[in-house]
């Protein structure tokens, strides 16, 4: 709170003192969570196999699951191989953009 006041003293407004004071004392603790949540979402293939193994009409079935079904149920190991390195480019993509473009805010000029 005291840095709103200074920030207010010197003229800064609340849209300024969030964007240049708050936001980057916070970006560490949110590229952390969104690694995580990134991560976590793919890793749910267990939770749906157990509970609703593909739901009504695969209403549940994520991309994890379909890559599971492809390569044990129905055997077809090269499109499911494909989609795994498809897959992880999109999750180290997702993790190198989050990683350089949000981190470069965290560093203080």
Same mark, same amino acid.
Do not use: C
């Given at each position: 709170? #005291?840095?709103?006041?200074? &920030? ?13 004071? #708050? ?13 995580? &949540? ?8 267990? $939770? ?19 890559l599971y ?10 499109? &499911? ?12 993509? &997702? ?7 949000l981190d470069?805010?965290? $560093?203080?000029?």
């Amino acid at each position: 709170m #005291q840095r709103l006041k200074t &920030a207010q003293i010197e003229g800064a407004s609340r849209w300024y003192f969030f964007w240049r004071i #708050q936001w980057p004392l916070l970006m560490p603790t949110t590229i952390f969570v969104l690694v995580n &949540a990134l991560i976590n979402s793919v890793r749910m293939v267990d $939770h749906i196999f157990v509970m609703t193994n593909g739901g009504p009409n695969n209403a549940s079935s994520l991309l994890l699951f379909y890559l599971y079904e492809v390569g044990f149920k129905f055997w077809d190991r090269g499109y &499911a191989s494909t989609l795994t390195v498809v897959l992880l480019a999109i999750l180290a993509i &997702a993790g190198l953009v989050q990683f350089f473009l949000l981190d470069r805010r965290t $560093h203080y000029r």
